[in-house]
């Protein structure tokens, strides 16, 4: 049973919530329905204001064995934030403050419960930037250091990784300890840091982050180079990256979904021409270079056969093209019942298609692919209709399989959660995962922290 | 005892050194003299050729309980190296190749042992570029990784551990393991690959290497920015890179010890005003965008106080200047008997400066210091003169407080190895300490691996 009462005593009784109607929004993440864990019977929402609190609820929780499933913005897709056992959902919503932006070290350190949105603007206010920008504003800071999310502007700046240079973090054994700070070299140990980015919460709580910043971009430009074929506007990509162009984002899309998803919204999609489409963001110190770098990729993309090349420079008409890509997910969310989040290498983007084209025969299905072309990260959709013809297993394993074939991973950007689990053995060694199993042994003796993503 | 027939049947009998004359290049780093361990009376130096060579040795060491000092290029400066209990110092020199450059995924797969110049040359014949440069070019790539090295051009790319895509390691306990691959997004459980960098040795050996390659430069150009005092020349420091301009280079040096350098190497330093001099490298990807960056820069160096600015365009200029810089360890190198390499935030230099300052004068010495400007990272000289006075110690513990007081560390690229371990204290908590003695213990039950370096 869950020690509601000693909870109450730890963060107040506002802050401790029961009642199964006033927890739904707990209960589930942005997990496609088709792959969402069911949660437990006896939850608990806990709300604690700071690291302290914190530690007293899972030194609690440890005396008392509860699992507790630490939680962000709910917006990861693996079903990591499920709670699947009876225990405690311990939300970081409180700890909302963005603590600094300092302008001398271009640093923000932030609480780990503030969103990407609000981090965002924090630091447009002091005329930096926060590069990555994995998607869903709703991340919380902790969520995406945790997830180690990456997003469509991974291929020039990376991913989040890249950026934290200092953690709070409350183990799940209860001590409150710190990991780097405002530093840009730090090699004092074995880096633990580095070992809780992308732990994906089974290894301890994330509490405040210290995080690089950049200057600002002086010059955007997007463009949608639009081919005929899937492999044509694949192919241009690497082209692109070793003529010395490093564009933010690379994404390769497709014009039947982008109309459909531009209907969703009520917008309309501006490149006509063409069926496979890239959108490539440019982000320059200023106009010149964003002009110089257009040109080489307008160059580039007729050398490669592109039919159309459209070039979006005001603010109105990049946002139009960009908020369609970023409502590919939701136009298409009832129709899909998971979605996977293969990587492989960059060059090997369009074998990985071929495949998915040969996965689309075998089972007589067709396969919708958004993806970061120029990470080499795709997201194929998985369709309810899979499901209905019984393909549906079958389809996804084969999908991993050619991917791990390739020199890939069956996760780029989302992780393993608790839905990738199952098929993590198909890319991980038994020795590895044994090394993994005994770090979270380590760090959480009882296992209470989301035991059911525990990898072991 | 250390067993030498079954290491001959493992690697051969050309490949097992015992006579103590043969192998005195093996038993020293390239740590300063006043901290250098003192190696063992009983080591043999191994040559395997291939990881599964590696694996037998290490079988073999832990069913013995031998000690094994894995070896790179030798370059480290604490003395991780160093074989300071009897046993195998297994040296990686013969995985010396360079396995592929691959210009599509624009990744470079290297053998550990290969050096950091061959590693270069390889890239630069393909045309593409491999942007740290960690100091000695006799570093290799095993050790590099090993060490996270960091070196002079970290300001705009960051260190090694930014690079490292996939790793093959073979594990204390003989098994053979890989981590990534050509991939520039991978979440598939907990990060090992993460660990692994900068793990000095103590969790594994590897032995080949995937990295992340970047287009040629188009257009390079070095300045020297000279000032009269030390608080200007740092203090321009955040304002270059706060104004979007990100040099991969920002060197702090004193004119004194470039001169003293200079006539060491029979060469003529160029910048002969001011006292206190930044040499800033700028490479861009073609010659108007580095022009425009001089210009920038000029203008905030007149701002902040400059009394010169010296650019270096051609070649030959640039090489002097650099050549020079790189020689300033060398020409000191008998008068100095440890190098500091404690790192602060970036905008804390001017504050670390004048502790140093403090630190001179309460001991009545004058510590020379040269420094990544941009990273925060600085070597400051340690003399043989403040150990005949007797103070040594005691001015080395100041300087590494007054780091951390500023929210530093005691190092920053030249890692821990032995020669820090005593001080470590300062700078990790003990619950860390005992995550990462518990991470050893786990990944070496037996204690064989560098074990003077181990941590715990």
Same mark, same amino acid.
């Given at each position: 049973?869950? &020690? !509601?009462?000693?909870?109450?005593?730890? !963060?107040?009784?506002?802050?401790?919530?029961?009642?199964?109607?006033?927890?739904?929004?707990?209960?589930?993440?942005?997990?496609?329905?088709?792959?969402?864990?069911?949660?437990?019977?006896?939850?608990? !929402?806990?709300?604690?204001? &700071?690291?302290?609190?914190?530690?007293?609820?899972? *030194?609690?929780? &440890?005396?008392?064995?509860?699992?507790?499933?630490?939680?962000?913005?709910?917006?990861?897709?693996?079903?990591?934030?499920?709670?699947?056992?009876?225990?405690?959902?311990? /939300?970081?919503?409180?700890?909302?403050?963005?603590?600094?932006?300092? *302008?001398?070290?271009?640093?923000?350190?932030? #609480?780990?419960?503030?969103?990407?949105?609000?981090?965002?603007?924090?630091?447009?206010?002091?005329?930096?930037?926060?590069?990555?920008?994995?998607?869903?504003?709703?991340?919380?800071?902790?969520?995406?250091?945790?997830?180690?999310?990456?997003?469509?502007?991974?291929?020039?700046?990376?991913?989040?990784? &890249?950026?934290?240079?200092?953690?709070?973090?409350?183990?799940?054994?209860? #001590?409150?300890?710190?990991?780097?700070?405002?530093?840009?070299?730090?090699?004092?140990?074995?880096?633990?840091?580095?070992?809780?980015?992308?732990?994906?919460?089974?290894?301890?709580?994330?509490?405040?982050?210290?995080?690089?910043?950049?200057?600002?971009?002086?010059?955007?430009?997007?463009?949608?180079?639009?081919?005929?074929?899937?492999?044509?506007?694949?192919?241009?990509?690497?082209?692109?990256?070793?003529?010395?162009?490093?564009?933010?984002?690379?994404?390769?899309?497709?014009?039947?979904?982008?109309?459909?998803?531009?209907?969703?919204?009520?917008?309309?999609?501006?490149?006509?021409?063409?069926?496979?489409?890239?959108?490539?963001?440019?982000?320059?110190?200023?106009?010149?270079?964003?002009?110089?770098?257009?040109?080489?990729?307008?160059?580039?993309? #007729? *050398?490669? @056969?592109?039919?159309?090349?459209?070039?979006?420079?005001?603010?109105?008409?990049?946002?139009?093209?960009?908020?369609?890509?970023?409502?590919? @997910?939701?136009?298409?969310? /009832?129709?899909?019942?998971?979605?996977?989040?293969?990587?492989?290498?960059?060059?090997?983007? +369009?074998?990985?298609?071929?495949?998915?084209?040969?996965?689309?025969?075998?089972?007589?299905?067709?396969? +919708?692919?958004?993806?970061?072309?120029?990470? @080499?990260?795709?997201? +194929?959709?998985?369709?309810? #209709?899979?499901?209905? *013809?019984?393909?549906?297993?079958?389809?996804?394993?084969?999908?991993?399989?050619?991917?791990?074939?390739? @020199?890939?991973?069956?996760?780029?950007?989302?992780?393993?959660?608790?839905?990738?689990?199952?098929?993590?053995?198909?890319?991980?060694?038994?020795?590895?995962?044994?090394?993994?199993?005994?770090?979270?042994?380590?760090?959480?003796?009882?296992?209470?922290?989301?035991?059911?993503?525990?990898?072991?």
């Amino acid at each position: 049973m869950i &020690n !509601v009462d000693a909870l109450k005593r730890i !963060v107040g009784n506002d802050w401790v919530v029961t009642a199964r109607d006033q927890i739904t929004g707990y209960l589930a993440d942005e997990t496609y329905l088709g792959v969402l864990p069911k949660p437990a019977d006896n939850v608990v !929402v806990v709300k604690p204001a &700071n690291p302290k609190e914190i530690s007293e609820i899972l *030194k609690l929780a &440890n005396k008392e064995k509860t699992p507790v499933y630490p939680r962000g913005g709910g917006t990861g897709l693996v079903g990591a934030a499920v709670p699947t056992r009876d225990g405690i959902v311990l /939300s970081l919503e409180r700890l909302d403050k963005v603590i600094e932006v300092d *302008k001398e070290n271009m640093m923000v350190v932030s #609480e780990a419960g503030v969103t990407l949105e609000h981090l965002l603007k924090s630091v447009e206010n002091a005329d930096l930037l926060f590069p990555p920008h994995p998607g869903d504003e709703g991340a919380q800071v902790g969520g995406m250091i945790a997830c180690n999310a990456g997003g469509t502007r991974a291929v020039k700046y990376g991913v989040v990784r &890249n950026y934290v240079k200092g953690l709070e973090v409350v183990l799940p054994t209860g #001590e409150i300890v710190t990991m780097g700070g405002k530093l840009l070299k730090n090699n004092t140990g074995l880096d633990l840091m580095h070992l809780i980015i992308d732990s994906e919460g089974i290894l301890g709580i994330i509490t405040k982050a210290t995080m690089r910043l950049y200057p600002k971009f002086g010059a955007t430009a997007t463009l949608v180079v639009s081919f005929d074929d899937r492999r044509a506007a694949i192919g241009m990509v690497p082209k692109i990256l070793q003529a010395g162009v490093i564009p933010m984002a690379i994404e390769y899309t497709e014009k039947s979904l982008m109309e459909m998803t531009a209907k969703h919204v009520n917008m309309t999609w501006p490149a006509k021409q063409g069926t496979a489409q890239t959108i490539i963001i440019m982000a320059e110190s200023n106009e010149d270079q964003l002009y110089g770098m257009c040109e080489q990729i307008s160059s580039i993309a #007729e *050398k490669n @056969g592109a039919v159309d090349v459209l070039m979006a420079e005001t603010s109105a008409e990049q946002t139009t093209i960009l908020k369609i890509r970023s409502e590919v @997910g939701n136009a298409v969310k /009832s129709k899909v019942c998971d979605a996977l989040d293969v990587t492989v290498p960059p060059a090997a983007i +369009p074998d990985m298609l071929d495949a998915l084209d040969k996965v689309g025969e075998k089972y007589g299905i067709f396969i +919708p692919v958004v993806g970061h072309a120029g990470d @080499g990260n795709l997201h +194929p959709n998985m369709m309810w #209709e899979y499901e209905k *013809k019984g393909v549906l297993k079958a389809a996804k394993h084969d999908i991993y399989e050619a991917a791990i074939k390739l @020199g890939g991973v069956i996760s780029g950007e989302h992780g393993i959660g608790k839905t990738r689990l199952e098929v993590l053995p198909m890319n991980i060694d038994p020795k590895s995962r044994e090394l993994m199993c005994g770090i979270k042994k380590l760090f959480d003796p009882n296992g209470i922290l989301s035991p059911d993503s525990a990898i072991c």
